[in-house]
C-alpha cells in the first residue's frame, strides 16, 4: 500500500500557473505507474496526466497535452504536476494516485489502486 499526499493546489486566475506536489510513501517501489486526476463538481474523475515510474515515459489528456507536464523523483518518492496558461475549465479537485506493479493502462482510472486526499484547483476568468 502507498500513501499519498497532495499539495499546492491554490485559486489563481486566467492564464496563470500552478505547481502540485504528491508526497509518496510506504510502497513505492511496487509501483508501475502514477497519475493526476481530477473531479469537478457533478462530473466523474478524469485522467489528466500519468507517467511510468522506472521509465519516465508520460502521458496526458489532449486538453492539456502543451501546458501541463508531469513529472517524479523517485529517489525523493514525489510526483509533481506543472500547470502552465490555467484555463477555468481545469478548474476541480486534483487527486494523486498510483498503480499496483503490474503493467497497466496509465490513462485508465481503474489502474489506480491507492488515491490521496485531493487539493483543490480554481480558475476564474
Known amino acids: 500500500q502507498v500513501r499519498l499526499v497532495e499539495s499546492g493546489g491554490g485559486a489563481v486566475q486566467t492564464g496563470r500557473s500552478l505547481r502540485l506536489s504528491c508526497a509518496a510513501s510506504?510502497?513505492?517501489?511496487?509501483?508501475?505507474?502514477m497519475g493526476w486526476f481530477r473531479q469537478a463538481p457533478g462530473q466523474e474523475r478524469e485522467f489528466v496526466a500519468g507517467?511510468?515510474?522506472?521509465?519516465?515515459?508520460?502521458y496526458y489528456r489532449d486538453a492539456v497535452r502543451g501546458r501541463f507536464t508531469i513529472s517524479r523523483d523517485n529517489s525523493k518518492n514525489t510526483l509533481t504536476l506543472q500547470m502552465n496558461s490555467l484555463k477555468p475549465e481545469d478548474s476541480g479537485m486534483y487527486y494523486c494516485?498510483?498503480?499496483?506493479?503490474?503493467?497497466?493502462?496509465?490513462?485508465?482510472?481503474?489502474?489506480?489502486?491507492?488515491w490521496g486526499q485531493g487539493t483543490q484547483v480554481t480558475v476564474s476568468s
Open positions: 510506504g510502497q513505492t517501489e511496487r509501483v508501475y505507474s
Open positions: 507517467i511510468i515510474r522506472i521509465e519516465g515515459l508520460t
Open positions: 494516485a498510483t498503480s499496483g506493479p503490474e503493467q497497466v493502462p496509465v490513462t485508465d482510472r481503474g489502474s489506480y489502486i491507492d
